[in-house]
């Protein structure tokens, strides 16, 4: 059964503010109008993209047998603040701890990978929302946004490196691993130089 603690749910709700605030300031380009036009925005996209991913993880971790639990990182936060200031973001406001007596290194690969294809889901998803034919630009924008944010979470999460989802998905089995990073990559991609590429 999937509990949530008073403290798991706090964490998610101020990662999910912080992080929706940082792409909005980010977007934004230092237009306070426009930063609190998007952050409706972000909030709705970034707050899907993050949310389900880190449940992603929880949800295989637990069907694995393990008790797992989502923990703010506040200097993961402090740091993307920091970095979305210079233009980039290096998001790592968290993750989902697990425990158990043995964790192999496929279902640790599993779980890892769970998170980043949520957000490779979420992303086509936005994808084809963003060709539905309408006459809301809110719906549009949450479309477009919620497709380059989902793929850039993605591609970001599968770098193989210590802190991130990709170095476990790597160590488990690098052809998994290639193909989503690849993946996501031409997502996210598509997503920063448009649909013609």
């Known amino acids: 059964m999937v509990k949530f603690t008073s403290h798991e749910v706090r964490d998610i709700f101020i990662s999910m503010f912080v992080i929706a605030f940082i792409f909005a ?12 036009t998007l952050f409706p925005v972000t909030f709705i996209t970034v707050g899907v993209g993050f949310v389900l991913h880190e449940l992603a993880h929880k949800f295989v971790a637990i069907r ?23 233009g980039f973001v290096f998001a790592a406001p968290g993750a989902v701890y697990i425990h158990g007596d043995y964790i192999s290194r496929e279902e640790n690969g599993k779980i890892s990978l ?8 979420l992303a086509l998803f936005f994808l084809t929302l963003m060709f539905v034919p309408t006459s809301s630009q809110l719906i549009t924008m949450i479309a477009t946004f919620g497709f380059a944010v989902n793929s850039f979470l993605a591609f970001f999460n599968l770098i193989p490196v210590s802190i991130l989802d990709g170095a476990k998905v790597l160590k488990w089995n690098p052809v998994v691993w290639g193909i989503t990073a690849v993946l996501a990559l031409i997502l996210t991609v598509k997503a920063m130089f448009g649909m013609s590429v």
């Open 25 to 36: 300031y980010l977007f934004s380009r230092n237009n306070v109008n426009v930063l609190i």
């Open 64 to 86: 694995y047998g393990f008790q797992a639990e989502f923990k703010m990182w506040v200097q993961g936060l402090i740091f993307a603040i920091i970095t979305a200031y210079f």
């Open 114 to 121: 769970a998170g980043p294809v949520t957000n490779i889901i």
